[in-house]
């Protein structure tokens, strides 16, 4: 087996052997001229997540179970395992009690504050008045967590046993067979330029052919995404929904410090057309956990998510929170699955599976994915070695097992019981009547009703944003420090890099075509019907309509800049840009945030 430190001096050696030559410095790439280094692997995992590595280590246990080595990989974009990990977040150990039953006799385990209650409240411009919260928000049990350091933990974990966990390594695409089937993933290509051409230090990917592939890269990945597409995997499924989750983590007052207080809101600073809410969670250490999750199925293209997540922390409520000694240390986004069970596609293609957030577990209600992400994670393992272990050699793995067992888990009732209360606010009842019948279901019906709300004109969140002429534009406060900032200053506390001598990885493209034309009519569209949103949608600030008369795709004197520097890997461009032509890919492997605390 080989071992990290191994690898990755094979993968250079052998392309500097290969493209040392001046002979190709700075020429066009070719992926179908390069040769790849090549490794059979038995599973290949793409994403280092909290699915991701629960599939590993249960793997790792099976084979200890069955005699039998398995050679399983972990391949993770992010530089360190956790470093693009961000959530709330409060965990649910119901999984993890499962996976690593003694995990509590471990010394180095990062569960270490346990949550000591659980509060609602409707927030006002004014007033926070305290309002019953759903049975299933309760957290009795529960864990308040940096899921960045609970991963790195699991990661660590998966080492110990065998797993080779690859960070820096960018699951970039997909290996097909010549039946069609997936056969692998191949790693990103490393020192092309801005123009795509090969620098010095120019090294191709590498593929990772395996048995079986399972991919756990998180809400709305890029492998995901294409395999869904390929295999129509939402055929029989709505299209998947999402939120954006907008976090910082404070080190607050010892007089405001309440471990284990688990708060969450709704209500102001969002209108009653906008569904969403925010959190407090006090975690360990004498930090704080706060943020605020929007719904982007919004309508209003003025919306901006990061100046509403800034305009609340200035209400009463969380300004004396935030009082006194009180420091912000750290910043973050990322976009959250909230379709629920009418959303998750079939989980099984030929030669492997969608596993964890790829897929789509999040329980709305509960405002937890992460219990629901890993058992899914060792159900697929499971399924996996049972492939493994019969070596039979015959055509592509069938994963379809790992979906009935799923379907027979408690990850179904999970999502089954709460299936319809998002989906509620999109029927005629409106959002009031959507707040009502959740109340009712969540406290009376329980998921025991025999219709389900489904998304029938199958609209995505893009779909639901509406032209700028139908609102106003909205007067945000100007940051007022330390309380709020301007957002490249809470950038600077995401760690964020890439390489700027690199090809962008955010790309105007639309159905294969990506040229001036394209971006042109970008432009024109984002700008004339929607006010440019991506340039206030984006917690990152990569999106800009500046002026220019030359530009040769700009439209009315304004063209399109994309920062990509700044992206901290959130996705909300390529869900809910309203042309539906974004496109996000993998970065160079390490490039992105650098989460330690999230």
Not at 174 to 189: H, K
Not at 573 to 596: A, L, N, R
């Amino acid at each position: 087996m080989l071992t990290r430190t191994v690898l990755r001096p094979r993968i250079f050696n052998f392309n500097r052997l290969l493209h040392s030559s001046s002979r190709i410095n700075r020429q066009l790439f070719d992926p179908s001229t390069v040769e790849r280094v090549s490794e059979d692997v038995d599973v290949c995992i793409v994403g280092a997540g909290p699915a991701g590595l629960s599939t590993a280590i249960r793997l790792k246990q099976l084979e200890q179970k069955l005699g039998k080595e398995f050679r399983v990989v972990v391949l993770e974009k992010g530089a360190e395992v956790g470093s693009h990990i961000l959530s709330g977040a409060v965990i649910e150990p119901r999984a993890l009690d499962e996976l690593l039953p003694d995990w509590t006799l471990r010394d180095d385990h990062p569960l270490t504050q346990s949550a000591t209650s659980s509060h609602m409240r409707f927030l006002t411009k004014s007033l926070s008045i305290p309002i019953p919260h759903p049975p299933q928000m309760s957290n009795q049990g529960n864990y308040i967590v940096s899921l960045s350091r609970f991963t790195a933990w699991l990661g660590n974990i998966a080492e110990e046993m065998g797993v080779e966990v690859y960070p820096g390594f960018a699951g970039a695409g997909v290996v097909y067979a010549d039946d069609g089937s997936v056969a692998g993933v191949r790693t990103n290509e490393v020192g092309l330029d801005r123009l795509g051409c090969m620098k010095e230090s120019f090294e191709p990917g590498m593929e990772f052919r395996a048995k079986v592939t399972l991919i756990a890269e998180g809400a709305h990945g890029s492998i995901a995404k294409e395999l869904i597409r390929k295999f129509d995997l939402r055929q029989n499924s709505d299209p998947q929904t999402y939120g954006i989750g907008l976090k910082e983590v404070w080190r607050v007052d010892p007089t405001q410090y309440r471990p284990g207080e688990v708060v969450h809101t709704m209500g102001w600073p969002l209108d009653f057309r906008t569904y969403g809410g925010g959190w407090v969670y006090h975690m360990a250490d004498g930090l704080v956990s706060l943020g605020l999750v929007i719904g982007l199925d919004y309508a209003n293209p003025y919306l901006s998510p990061y100046k509403e997540f800034q305009r609340m922390k200035h209400h009463p409520y969380f300004a004396q929170l935030l009082s006194g000694n009180s420091t912000r240390i750290a910043y973050g986004a990322r976009s959250l699955n909230e379709g629920g069970l009418q959303s998750v596609p079939q989980l099984y293609f030929p030669g492997g599976a969608l596993v964890g957030c790829s897929a789509g577990f999040v329980n709305i209600a509960k405002i937890k994915g992460t219990h629901n992400a890993m058992k899914s994670g060792m159900l697929a393992a499971e399924a996996a070695a049972a492939i493994l272990s019969q070596d039979s050699g015959s055509g592509p793995a069938d994963m379809s097992q790992y979906e009935t067992a799923l379907k027979n888990s408690w990850v179904w009732s999970d999502l089954n019981e709460v299936r319809n209360l998002r989906e509620s606010f999109h029927t005629p009842l409106g959002i009031w009547g959507g707040i009502m019948y959740s109340g009712v279901d969540s406290l009376l019906l329980k998921g025991r009703t025999p219709w389900t709300f489904r998304n029938r004109a199958r609209l995505k969140d893009a779909q639901h944003t509406q032209p700028a002429y139908r609102f106003h534009p909205i007067n945000y406060p100007p940051p007022q420090p330390p309380l709020s900032t301007d957002l490249l200053t809470s950038l600077t506390l995401t760690g964020t890099n890439h390489a700027e001598d690199q090809p962008v990885h955010l790309r105007v493209r639309k159905d294969g075509i990506e040229d001036t034309a394209l971006r042109k009519l970008h432009v024109q569209r984002n700008m004339s019907e929607y006010a440019g949103l991506l340039q206030r949608a984006c917690p990152a600030g990569v999106y800009e309509y500046v002026e220019d008369e030359t530009a040769a795709d700009g439209w009315n004197g304004h063209k399109l800049v994309i920062n990509s520097q700044n992206c901290i890997h959130c996705k909300l461009c390529d869900i809910k840009v309203p042309t539906q032509d974004i496109t996000w890919t993998v970065p160079e492997g390490s490039g992105g945030p650098k989460y330690t605390i999230t």
